[in-house]
């Protein structure tokens, strides 16, 4: 009986030891990582400094624009997927006496909702901030924007980017008889059309209604319009012609996916809604013992219903995205040169957050498509990246 007793004893404990362990590796949740976050309306703190915009910046300290200097930030996740943000500081400029800011950054991690409270000065300030990116219609000079969307102050364009594209100079030169191409089938638009040029002249014969060396047809120069079979570009019209025709609304000289131009020439219209996100995981798939070091890869999203990609890598992963308008391409790299990219079910390698567009219903699944473009192991050895897959999942 002893012995029995014994044996149920240390049966119980290894039943309460398993059942502690696995509660030890449920994964705790994580608080948002922070950013810089653009305050609606006016400034919080009233004779703030900062330009035209008011930022709450949050990371392991946080301030309010140049109001509040840098204290040290609480953060904690909460089980919802919240995160809840508080800060003392013990004076901000124009207020009296200490400050608290009490907030609430949402599941996105992209809204922020908080008040600010000065008891001294009787301000109990509930305010909304967004997180700043590219693409939200606010220049945000702290973070290395230019523009966002409109044209620069000195009539430049805007980049995707948010940066003031260059003052357009215009040169004279000789075409050469040899051109360099970087994508199968492109042609070199800063050479078209070739007409003349080929010919030793600096006139433009293209709309002379003449065909000539290097052209393809010319109308002259009322019916080059793309729409009675010649582009103004003396080329007949297609997709990668160098000449947006109708129906198209790019055009870089080729019909290649992962540059300026996707492979149709068309890039959908979007009016952002920044009011409404879906979030979209990619799953790396590899064969038995492929350990992937690094890749790029390129998520083409319809473009017409979801724009501005916030990006989120994997754990352990260092990602450097570029935003096309119509597909993300991004870079990873395994930061801890041992463990690799998360694959095989281990985890999403990342992690995308879009906004919607307004009055478009959000994607699904199948409206992307992810490609793995390139991949080496953690030595730098070449992957077929025909060997990986890249499946997308929404929540």
Not at 80 to 90: E, F, N, R, S
């Amino acid at each position: 009986m002893r012995r029995g007793s014994v044996l149920i004893v240390l049966s119980l404990a290894l039943v309460l030891g398993f059942a502690r362990t696995g509660r030890s590796r449920r994964p705790k949740p994580q608080p948002c990582p922070g950013g810089r976050y653009i305050v609606t309306g006016p400034p919080l703190v009233a004779g703030d400094s900062s330009d035209q915009i008011e930022p709450v910046v949050i990371g392991p300290q946080i301030s309010i624009g140049n109001a509040c200097n840098p204290v040290r930030a609480k953060l904690k996740a909460t089980r919802q997927g919240t995160t809840l943000v508080m800060a003392v500081w013990p004076s901000c400029v124009g207020l009296k006496g200490r400050v608290k800011l009490k907030g609430t950054l949402d599941t996105t991690c992209m809204d922020l909702n908080g008040k600010l409270i000065a008891k001294k000065s009787k301000l109990k300030q509930p305010f909304v901030a967004h997180l700043t990116r590219c693409g939200d219609g606010i220049v945000d000079p702290g973070s290395g924007e230019e523009c966002d969307g409109s044209a620069c102050d000195d009539g430049a364009g805007c980049t995707v980017a948010c940066a003031c594209m260059p003052a357009v100079t215009t040169t004279t030169t000789v075409t050469p008889t040899t051109t360099t191409t970087t994508v199968p089938g492109q042609l070199r638009c800063d050479q078209t059309p070739k007409s003349c040029a080929v010919l030793g002249t600096t006139v433009n014969c293209c709309g002379n209604g003449v065909v000539e060396a290097g052209e393809e047809c010319d109308l002259g120069a009322a019916n080059n319009d793309g729409m009675h079979g010649c582009s103004a570009n003396c080329l007949t019209p297609r997709c990668g012609n160098c000449n947006v025709d109708p129906g198209e609304t790019c055009d870089d000289g080729n019909t290649a996916n992962g540059d300026a131009c996707p492979a149709s020439c068309v890039i959908e219209s979007c009016t952002v809604d920044t009011t409404t996100h879906q979030g979209v995981s990619l799953q790396l798939t590899t064969p038995p013992a492929v350990t992937v070091g690094g890749l790029t890869l390129l998520l083409d999203y319809p473009e017409g219903q979801v724009r501005q990609p916030t990006t989120t890598p994997g754990s352990g992963v260092l990602d450097t995205p570029n935003d096309l308008t119509y597909a993300l391409k991004d870079a990873l790299i395994d930061s801890t040169l041992v463990d690799g990219i998360p694959a095989n079910g281990a985890g999403p390698m990342l992690q995308v957050m879009f906004d919607g567009c307004q009055g478009q219903a959000l994607p699904a699944a199948t409206d992307y498509q992810c490609t793995i473009l390139d991949a080496a192991d953690e030595s730098g050895n070449s992957i077929d990246p025909a060997t990986l897959g890249c499946a997308v999942t929404v929540p």
